[in-house]
């Protein structure tokens, strides 16, 4: 049975596939874009939506998510996590493979991607893990993977201290042109330390994790991906030699897509003063240099990819001492907000910029539907309100779990109707703030 035609009426479409900013309307039919233009004849039985004054937009995508199910169900399940997304304007995900199990095999990734269809909210793509048990030891069977659903590969969180293995990882994938994700983190400089190395952790006695074990890291993957060809992926880059390293192997034609995560684009090591442990997250929180060249990086493209790396945490996990307390924070539900009060308000980022960092970017990094308005692609589409005044209230998320540095922040835009496949999944009453 299809859907309900959708008439999405005077709206600023933006799409910069079709480098398109204007006023039109775009008609759904059939869960593809049907037409975009001035004055479109509703059919017969469509809905028509009103969106003078707002933005209608590619659907949003997010290729970084913690999911938790299996294993982690009182933090996320993969039908809340799909409706947290919704709800913060994203009509797709890439759920991460550290889970317990974790997605290791056909039939794991198979669980996630059917419990992303039955949640019926924003699209689940399963991301399998690149080695078993992300032990770094052995590659799983990619190919098995990508056949029973998986989109990419990584050990996330778990950095492949085998560069034999990432080499192998990056010269496999190939044959199924997928990327290789890879959290880019040398644990013999980083091992113990809970945020960033430098004059606050100093202060808090805290030890810390320097950039280097980020930069070395970033600098091996980068060769590697020279070396063998193959599509590598850096997750949440967060130092300033991390981002010129990407920014010169573009300019030699490496493979490499990028993020950049809101939590490093607006934060420094400073949030972390008072032992907060809504501000320990991986890679940690860095100088204000670092988050210059983030943002520096993500305008100019060294970094393809917004991604908001969400890490959902029980309450009772984040409230233990600093150093006990899991790395990580939501952030599905207050990316758009934040990039749209931050960086577009303010002039630093076009809206075009910022559709093309969350949506055409990551659908074309990952190889997913969607990413822009052509007629007859997928009915993937973010409506926005770029004036909507709210404040964040962790408590109103419809993710399980409240773990922000954002709570309380007053924001200006944010998302007021989501629709998948041509379907309305979210609607702006239910949002995670208050107007």
């Known amino acids: 049975m299809s859907e309900q035609p959708i008439?999405?009426?005077?709206?600023?479409?933006?799409?910069?596939?079709?480098?398109?900013?204007?006023?039109?309307?775009v008609l759904l039919a059939e869960g593809r874009v049907a037409e975009i233009g001035d004055g479109l004849q509703a059919p017969e039985g469509a809905q028509v939506v009103d969106c003078s004054g707002l933005a209608v937009v590619p659907g949003l995508i997010d290729v970084h998510v913690h999911l938790r199910e299996p294993g982690g169900e009182r933090k996320e399940t993969i039908a809340s996590g799909a409706r947290a997304a919704a709800a913060g304007g994203f009509t797709g995900i890439c759920a991460m493979p550290n889970t317990d199990p974790v997605i290791d095999s056909p039939a794991t990734v198979g669980f996630v991607a059917a419990a992303g269809r039955?949640?019926?909210?924003?699209?689940?793509?399963?991301?399998g893990a690149l080695s078993l048990g992300q032990k770094g030891e052995q590659l799983?069977?990619?190919?098995?993977?990508?056949?029973?659903?998986a989109v990419a590969v990584t050990d996330d969180g778990n950095p492949v201290m085998d560069s034999g293995l990432m080499?192998?990882?990056?010269?496999?994938?190939?044959?199924?042109?997928?990327?290789?994700?890879?959290?880019p983190e040398d644990l013999n400089l980083s091992q113990g330390g809970s945020m960033n190395e430098g004059l606050i952790s100093a202060r808090l006695g805290i030890r810390g994790k320097?950039?280097?074990?980020?930069?070395?890291?970033?600098?091996?993957?980068l060769l590697l991906a020279e070396l063998t060809g193959g599509h590598i992926h850096l997750q949440h880059v967060s130092t300033r030699h991390g981002?010129?390293?990407?920014?010169?192997?573009?300019?030699?034609?490496?493979?490499?897509?990028?993020?950049?995560?809101?939590h490093h684009l607006l934060l420094t090591d400073e949030a972390v003063d008072g032992y907060r442990t809504e501000a320990k997250m991986n890679p940690p929180l860095r100088s204000a240099a670092d988050r210059e060249a983030v943002v520096a990086g993500l305008l100019d493209g060294t970094l393809d990819t917004l991604a908001t790396d969400h890490a959902p945490h029980h309450y009772d996990e984040k409230e233990q001492a600093f150093e006990d307390a899991p790395f990580g924070i939501v952030g599905l539900e207050t990316c758009v907000g934040l990039i749209l009060t931050h960086f577009v308000r303010d002039g630093q980022m076009?809206?075009?910029?910022?559709?093309?960092?969350?949506?055409?970017?990551?659908?074309r990094a990952f190889g997913l539907p969607g990413g822009d308005?052509?007629?007859?692609?997928?009915?993937?589409?973010?409506?926005?309100d770029l004036e909507a005044a709210w404040e964040v209230d962790p408590q109103r998320f419809l993710s399980r779990s409240r773990n922000t540095p954002f709570g309380g922040w007053k924001l200006t835009g944010r998302p007021v109707r989501t629709i998948v496949g041509g379907r309305t999944v979210w609607v702006g009453e239910e949002t995670g703030g208050t107007s």
Do not use: W
């Open 7 to 25: 008439l999405l009426r005077g709206g600023r479409v933006v799409d910069p596939e079709q480098k398109l900013d204007a006023v039109l309307d």
């Open 118 to 127: 039955e949640a019926e909210a924003a699209r689940v793509y399963p991301v």
């Open 140 to 149: 799983t069977e990619i190919g098995e993977l990508v056949q029973a659903g």
């Open 167 to 183: 080499r192998r990882a990056l010269e496999y994938a190939q044959a199924f042109n997928i990327p290789v994700a890879d959290h």
């Open 210 to 221: 320097p950039n280097a074990s980020e930069d070395v890291q970033i600098v091996r993957e």
């Open 243 to 262: 981002v010129d390293a990407i920014r010169r192997a573009k300019d030699r034609g490496v493979r490499v897509t990028a993020e950049a995560t809101p």
């Open 350 to 363: 076009e809206l075009v910029t910022m559709v093309e960092r969350m949506s055409r970017a990551p659908a």
């Open 373 to 384: 308005l052509v007629k007859g692609g997928v009915a993937d589409v973010t409506v926005l």
